[in-house]
C-alpha cells in the first residue's frame, strides 16, 4: 500500500486535498502538510516529519506530490527521500495537480513506491492538454 503527502507553498496542498474530496470522496491515505509563511522553513520541517510519520504506519511506501521542484516542500521530501534511514522507501514527484490527486486511487494498492510514482506520472500526463476550439456545425454522418 502507498501513502501519499501532498507538500506546498501555502495553503495548496490542503486546497488540492478539500477539492480531491468534493470530486472523488475521501482519500484516507492522502496528508497534506503546507509551509507557511509563519510558521516558516524550521516549523515546516517539523510539521513534514510529523506527517511523514503518519503516512508510513502500515504503508510499503510513501509517495510525496509537491507543488514544484527544488522548493522548500521538494528539498525536504527529498532529505527523507534520500536518506538511508528512511523507511519504507519515499519517491518525490513535482508539478502535483488535482488530476494527479485524483489518480492516486490508481496507485494506492501497490507495493512499490518508484512504480507507483512512475504509473501515477504516466496516468497524470494525458490530463495535461492545451483547450482548442471545436467546430461549430455538426456533421449529419453517423
Known sequence: M??????SHGPLASALLESATLVYGELPFVFPVTLS????????????????????????GVLVLCDMQSGTPWNVASHHAFSPATMPPMAVLAGVNLPMLLQTDDIHALTD??????????????????????SLTQSDDF
Open 37 to 60: 509563511e509563519t510558521a516558516g522553513i524550521d516549523g515546516f520541517r517539523n510539521d513534514f516529519a510529523s506527517t511523514l510519520a503518519k503516512a508510513q504506519r502500515n504503508a510499503d
Open 113 to 134: 513506491v518508484h512504480a507507483a510514482a512512475a504509473q501515477l506520472l504516466a496516468l497524470t500526463q494525458p490530463t495535461l492538454v492545451i483547450a482548442a476550439p471545436v
Open 2 to 7: 502507498i501513502n501519499v503527502i501532498v507538500a
